[in-house]
């Protein structure tokens, strides 16, 4: 009975902190994924570095590789994409799920799309698919320190 008492003391704990959440977060995260998404399509390397931790080694991994460190990000993934791309574009399917752990962490769920020209011939082409983003408070302000695409 202690077992059963303590869970669902525990479920009332999370269920309460889930509801508090404070929304100048969910808004500051809402911020955080849309300037990511802008900066995936401007290709801008200061706007698309402000946005992930300066303490932690980031992370991102996509349909075919796992790439580490914020350079790797945007070096290797970031403009290495754009190569085959006169422009891309990436698009939030449906509002955020955003899961916050505790007051320092969350994790960030959505649906997208991207929107992309074909530099060899013109023509358009898209994926869509699941982004999970980890953020983490850093100074106050939401960083990225994970991406995951599938």
Same mark, same amino acid.
């Given at each position: 009975?202690?077992?059963?008492?303590?869970?669902m003391?525990?479920?009332?704990?999370?269920?309460?902190?889930?509801?508090?959440?404070?929304?100048?977060d969910?808004?500051?995260?809402?911020k955080v994924?849309d300037?990511?998404?802008?900066? &995936?399509?401007?290709q801008?390397e200061?706007?698309?570095?402000? !946005? +992930?931790s300066?303490?932690?080694? $980031?992370? *991102?991994?996509?349909?075919?590789?796992?790439?580490?460190?914020?350079?790797?990000?945007?070096g290797?993934?970031?403009?290495?994409?754009?190569k085959?791309y006169?422009?891309?574009?990436?698009?939030k399917d449906e509002?955020l799920? &955003?899961n916050?752990?505790d007051d320092?962490?969350?994790?960030? !769920? +959505?649906?997208?799309?991207t929107? $992309?020209i *074909?530099?060899?011939?013109?023509?358009?082409f898209?994926?869509?698919?699941?982004?999970?983003q980890?953020?983490?408070k850093?100074?106050?302000?939401w960083?990225?320190?994970?991406?995951?695409?599938?």
């Amino acid at each position: 009975m202690k077992m059963v008492s303590f869970f669902m003391l525990m479920t009332l704990l999370y269920i309460n902190y889930v509801e508090s959440a404070n929304g100048s977060d969910i808004l500051a995260i809402n911020k955080v994924v849309d300037s990511y998404c802008a900066a &995936i399509h401007s290709q801008n390397e200061t706007d698309f570095k402000s !946005i +992930f931790s300066k303490t932690k080694k $980031c992370t *991102l991994i996509s349909v075919a590789r796992i790439f580490e460190g914020i350079d790797s990000i945007y070096g290797d993934f970031v403009y290495g994409l754009s190569k085959p791309y006169e422009t891309i574009t990436l698009i939030k399917d449906e509002d955020l799920q &955003i899961n916050f752990v505790d007051d320092e962490h969350a994790i960030v !769920i +959505f649906k997208y799309h991207t929107e $992309c020209i *074909l530099r060899k011939n013109g023509e358009p082409f898209g994926i869509k698919g699941v982004e999970t983003q980890i953020m983490e408070k850093e100074d106050g302000n939401w960083k990225i320190v994970h991406i995951h695409y599938s």
